[in-house]
C-alpha cells in the first residue's frame, strides 16, 4: 500500500516525471552512440543487480541521529557490475535503479532537479566505480564520492532548512548528514569486497 500511495504521488507531478523520461532518452541516445550491446546475458545481470541492490537497501544496520541510515552493502551489486561491464553500464543500471528507489519510496519531490540529484544522479555516479578495476577500494571510495557529491549539493540547495533545527549552516548539516551514512556505506562495503575476489568473478560472469 505504502508503494501504491507513493506512486500516486509521484503520478501528481508531471514535471518530476518529464524530467526523468527525458534523461532516460538522453541516456539511450548516449549508449547508442557508444554502440554498447544488450545482450540477453547482459540484461539478465543488469536485472539480478537491481533485485541485489533493492533488498540490500532494504536491510538498513542502523538510523544515524542527523537522519539517513547504513544499508548492508546496497551499492556492492551496483560497484561490482561496473567493474565487470565498465562505467557506462554501472551508470545505466544506477540510473534504473534510481527510478527503482523514487517508485518504491517514501519519494520526496520538491522540484524536478532535487529529484535527479536526491534519486537519479547520486546512484549513477555509483557506476564511475567502473573506471578503476584495477583496485576495488579506489572504485569503491570513487563511487561513494561521487555519491556523496551529489547528495551535499541537494542538502544544501533543497534541504537546507533543517539545519536551523541543530543551529547549523545548510552546508555543514549536508556535509555531517550525507558524509555520515555515505561513510558508514563505503566502509561497509569496502569490508564485504575485501572477500570477493573480482578479477575472477570479472572472468566468470563476463564472456
Known sequence: MEILENIKGIMSNWTSIAT?????????VFIKV?????TSRLIAHIAITLAMTVVLEMIKVFQLPFGGSASIAGMLPIILISL??????GMFTGFLYGILNFIIGPAYILHPIQVIFDYILPFMAVGLSGFFKNNKFIAIAVGFFGM??????AGVIFWGSYAADYNLTPI???????GSFILIDCLICMAVASVINIKSLIKRLKI
Do not use: W
Not at 526523468?20 to 539511450?28: A, N, Q
Not at 557508444?34 to 544488450?38: D, N, Q, R
Not at 555543514?172 to 550525507?178: E, P, Q
Open 84 to 89: 565487470i561491464y565498465g562505467p557506462i553500464i
Open 172 to 178: 555543514v548539516y549536508s556535509f555531517i548528514y550525507n
Open 34 to 38: 557508444k554502440k554498447v550491446e544488450f
Open 20 to 28: 526523468i523520461i527525458g534523461m532516460l532518452i538522453i541516456f539511450f
Open 148 to 153: 556523496f557529491v551529489f547528495n551535499f549539493t
